[in-house]
């Protein structure tokens, strides 16, 4: 089955990190870009950022840069986000997904077709 | 950055048609996403490169994209149907490079 599965919930005290991961199977990890997306509580959804599983480059939404890391092993099939310097508003959930593209393929991006199912980072003192 | 707005609401009797918009500059020289979310899920996909629907998703559903609007159309609105719907494109000029709309909650009266 092509499915995406997280791990647990986290809760973390302000100014720590949080490594979130999220394990492929049923297709070829390195064959598609893994994206990461964000959901505040009651808010709506923000990409984070995408790693190509292939060569393990990255992109980031200006956002999260400096604070966020995306990496991929390929020896485990698993896509891994880190958030450092955390806050109360990086309280959400946070979401892998992948549109089954990569820098060969979609020369415009399809959509984000698998989804795994979440993992809520709570931050709080 | 690209802005994508959408209605925060939209309310429409069982059997009815609910049109959700989703507002960009020139959105339609671009590829609209939508995507349904119910309380608790993640996101499941609905349309995809403004109007094709992936495996499985009911024909009720379906999209279009013009000028500065693109539009996701459910007919014949059933009561699983109310969920959060979100429009997103991919602006390779942009950041993010992948933006999401407002979001639009979809009540069924």
């Known amino acids: 089955e092509v499915q995406l599965v997280q791990s647990g919930a986290e809760v973390k005290k302000p100014g720590a990190t949080v490594k979130i991961s999220c394990k492929v199977s049923g297709y070829t990890f390195t064959d598609y870009y893994m994206h990461w997306v964000q959901q505040a509580p009651g808010k709506g959804l923000e990409w984070m950022g995408l790693?190509?599983?292939?060569?393990?480059?990255?992109i980031y939404a200006e956002k999260f840069q400096g604070r966020v890391t995306i990496t991929a092993d390929t020896s485990t099939d698993t896509a891994y986000m880190e958030l450092s310097s955390l806050r109360s508003e990086d309280t959400a959930v946070y979401y892998c997904a992948t549109d089954f593209c990569s820098s060969t393929s979609c020369p415009v991006p399809l959509g984000l077709s698998l989804w795994g199912q979440g993992t809520l980072v709570t931050v709080s003192s | 950055s690209y802005v994508l707005t959408q209605p925060p609401s939209v309310s429409v009797a069982p059997g009815k048609t609910a049109r959700i918009t989703c507002g960009g500059n020139?959105?339609?020289?671009?590829?609209v996403h939508w995507y349904q979310q119910k309380p608790g899920q993640a996101p499941v996909l609905v349309i995809y490169?403004?109007?094709d629907r992936p495996s499985g998703i009911p024909e009720r559903f379906s999209g279009s994209n013009s000028g500065n609007t693109a539009t996701l159309t459910i007919s014949r609105v059933e009561a699983g149907d109310e969920a959060d719907y979100y429009c997103q494109v991919w602006d390779s000029s942009s950041d993010p490079l992948y933006v999401f709309g407002t979001g639009t909650k979809v009540t069924v009266l």
């Open positions: 790693v190509d599983p292939e060569d393990g480059e990255t």
């Open positions: 490169y403004d109007s």
């Open positions: 020139n959105i339609g020289s671009k590829s």
